[in-house]
């Protein structure tokens, strides 16, 4: 592990400890054995350093490395792999077009999936909610057989988006696990990496669970889930009841 302080690394984190985008970049970091200063902030009150470093869209993470702040989750993964060659194992594929692919996919998560998914929560009634749950059902589906693209090597599959060993794509995805556990009990749905309906995404996702230094990153369901009714919607039993 390289010093924190050899590196000049620091990260601005929300405090709540749940950030999908956050525990993306921690993961990043531990795959390159960097320690870094962990610098919790409130997203709602920021912090000078925070509005100086990310003056565009003020969110969260923020890495700065010496001084240098670098934005966006996906994009500060992509930093830390080009910044720090040396480290670990390559985050991105080497191929350029598997690499273009993994980004694809990996935006594809954050813009199209994910929403979906946390979007079942903000439906206003039960025929909503189903057109919402089919939508991500079907964007569960498309990935699935990404995965079977992705992860192909030679003949036999290989257990991760990344080939052999994790890599970017996996762990654009991967931060997400809890938060789709969470949004599946609470919509009172099936659970969205299911055996039965994405088998190789659940197989996945099992694996990757599993993978150290991962195990330790990934948030607790139970915490996701207070997060999302005591935070993000708490209204959202309400509006259940109320459209029942
Ligand atoms: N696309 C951004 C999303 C970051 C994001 O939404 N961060 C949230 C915390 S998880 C935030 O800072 N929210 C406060 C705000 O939007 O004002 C990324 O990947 O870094």
């Known amino acids: 592990m390289v010093g924190a302080q050899e590196q000049g690394l620091k990260l601005l984190v929300p405090r709540s400890g749940v950030s999908i985008y956050a525990i993306r970049v921690q993961m ?30 003020k969110t969260l993470p923020v890495l700065i490395h ?7 989750s996906l994009i500060i993964v992509e930093y830390l792999d080009d910044a720090f060659p040396g480290n670990g194992a390559s985050i991105l594929p080497a191929d350029p077009y598997r690499r273009a692919v993994a980004r694809f ?11 979906s998914c946390i979007g079942i929560l903000n439906t206003a009634n039960q025929q ?39 890599g ?13 556990e969470a949004i599946g009990r609470l919509a009172g749905v099936p659970p ?36 999302i009714t005591k935070v993000l919607y708490p209204k959202w039993n309400v509006a259940v ?3 029942n």
């Open 241 to 243: 009841t109320a459209s």
């Open 192 to 227: 969205f990496l299911d055996a039965a309906r994405t088998p190789k995404l659940a197989a996945w996702a099992g694996r990757f669970s599993a993978a150290k230094p991962f195990i330790a990153l990934l948030t607790a369901v139970d915490k996701v889930e207070e997060y």
């Open 28 to 57: 990043a970091l531990a795959m390159k054995g960097l320690a870094y200063d962990y610098l919790p902030e409130d997203p709602r009150c920021k912090s000078d350093l925070l509005l100086a470093s990310n003056p565009v869209h």
């Open 168 to 180: 970017f794509l996996d762990i654009a995805l991967g931060c997400y696990i809890p938060w789709f």
């Open 105 to 115: 996919w990996a935006a594809y998560v954050d813009n199209k999936m994910f929403p």
């Open 66 to 72: 010496s001084g240098r702040p670098v934005c966006e």
């Open 128 to 166: 909503e909610r189903a057109d919402k749950v089919e939508e991500t059902l079907a964007a569960f589906g498309l990935l699935e057989a990404a995965l079977a693209e992705c992860s192909k090597e030679g003949e036999a599959e290989a257990p991760f988006f990344g080939g052999g060993s994790i």
